[in-house]
């Protein structure tokens, strides 16, 4: 999944986030790095995880860390859960919701065991989606796959955070028969035959 998320958005932060014992655990941060995410997914064991299973504290460190992230872009939350209760501290649908929909924060639900009607909320309430497992691997990575394309832009997100076009230049290479200055700094100046040309 990590590197197939990171082949569909390569510019995009990726960070996880466990729950284990009502208490929500940073694994990784929000980072580019698909080699960080891998080594510690793969360094979990099963005493890692098991205890009660609170989805109002996830969504809550979940939602601080994407609290920083730019606005133009979109913000998800991806839960797979394999509990069949939420032990939470307070009430996820009044205190944490509110939170999430003014953040612009999309959640997508895929539970292993059975469907909680918590999960179904939070999932419509945000724009998100909701799978249950229906055999042993192929759905599950079915749908974890299909959470790797990032989701179409809003016309509304898209005026409301003024961000319609990030302007991109791709440097030409030239060659020149004469040696022409392509850097220079204080002390040295460096010519070359061959440079790159940036449009902008």
């Keep these: 999944f990590v590197q197939e998320y990171y082949d569909q958005n390569p510019l995009s932060h990726l960070g996880f986030v466990i729950l284990k014992n009502g208490e929500a655990e940073m694994l990784t941060k929000l980072s580019s790095s698909s080699k960080t995410h891998k080594l510690a997914l793969q360094g979990l064991s099963m005493s890692d995880v098991g205890g009660e299973f609170s989805i109002q504290n996830g969504l809550e460190v979940a939602g601080r860390s994407l609290g920083h992230q730019p606005r133009h872009g979109s913000r998800e939350i991806l839960i797979i859960c394999g509990a069949l209760s939420s032990a939470d501290p307070g009430h996820v649908l009044t205190e944490t919701l509110p939170r999430l929909r003014s953040a612009n924060i999309r959640v997508s639900t895929f539970a292993l065991a059975a469907e909680m009607h918590i999960c179904r909320k939070l999932s419509e309430e945000t724009g998100g989606s909701m799978g249950v497992c229906l055999d042993g691997k192929g759905h599950f990575r079915d749908w974890l796959f299909e959470q790797c394309v990032p989701p179409p832009a809003l016309r ?33 100046k460096l010519l070359a035959r061959t440079s790159y040309t940036c449009p902008q």
């Design 156 to 188: 509304k997100e898209i005026v409301d955070h003024g961000c319609e076009m990030v302007q991109m230049g791709f440097p030409t290479r030239t060659k020149n028969e004469v040696p022409t200055l392509v850097h220079a700094t204080r002390d040295t």
